[in-house]
């Protein structure tokens, strides 16, 4: 099972790109990579999902190199309300399914 | 439309009991699942239903856990014999994901706090 790993919390500021990494050495072929935000006190929200290369959406950008063993969040311009825990989970697809959270990244974006 | 709702949102409970968390997902949704969340940590998965069908019970932390689901619709978490270290805030999430396929976005709910006396 593809075990990932995050830094345990990153600053910013306003206006800023963030950029989270997520190591998942042990990942499978058919794994994809999501990201989740989490605010206090309410469920994960899902960011961006992606399998290689470069996935896109309108509120930020996964990186993910040719041997996928690891990937990156790109958050562009950050507000104070992207203040939040973001999570890389790495699942195996088919039938079964056993999704692991990471330890999540607390972002923290100052004034 | 409506999004996944759990009831109740919170609950307390004493060691020794039984308690039952529900889960209403998305109307359409083929797929539920069930984690856990104990303060400050990160989710930990229990349990997928794919329809009535449940393909990976392996996250369910004891025999005192089980989980049904029923019409392809709402799900129930059952603790029996509640412990202290029970205490977490239970999520139920779904999906459009098909049976044998990848997987996709999953929607939250907001989580039944339980607290074991």
């Known amino acids: 099972l593809a075990k990932t790993t995050q830094p345990i919390s990153m600053d910013s500021y306003e206006g800023q790109e963030v950029n989270i990494t997520c190591s998942h050495n042990n990942i499978a072929t058919n794994d994809y990579i999501t990201w989740y935000q989490q605010f206090p006190s309410q469920g994960p929200r899902f960011i961006i999902q992606g399998y290689k290369t470069k996935v896109t959406n309108e509120v930020a950008s996964l990186f993910i190199p040719a041997d996928r063993k690891s990937s990156t969040l790109s958050l562009p311009r950050v507000s104070l309300s992207d203040t939040a825990v973001y999570y890389c989970l790495v699942g195996v697809g088919g039938a079964t399914n056993k999704l692991i959270f990471g330890t999540g990244t607390l972002l923290a974006v100052q004034p | 439309g409506a999004g996944v709702s759990q009831s109740p949102s919170n609950k307390v409970t004493e060691k020794g009991k039984d308690v039952e968390l529900r889960c209403d997902p998305i109307s359409g949704h083929t797929a539920l699942y069930w984690y856990r969340q104990s303060l400050g940590q990160g989710l930990e998965f229990l349990i997928y239903?794919?329809?009535?069908?449940?393909?990976?019970k392996s996250g369910l932390p004891s025999d005192r856990f089980s989980a049904e689901r029923t019409g392809g619709s709402v799900s129930t978490l059952t603790i029996q014999r509640t412990q202290q270290e029970d205490s977490a805030v239970y999520l139920c999430?779904?999906?459009?994901?098909?049976?044998?396929?990848?997987?996709?976005?999953?929607?939250f709910g907001p989580g039944t706090r339980l607290t074991v006396l």
């Open positions: 999430a779904s999906s459009l994901r098909l049976a044998g396929g990848p997987i996709d976005e999953q929607f």
């Open positions: 239903f794919q329809g009535n069908s449940a393909p990976d």
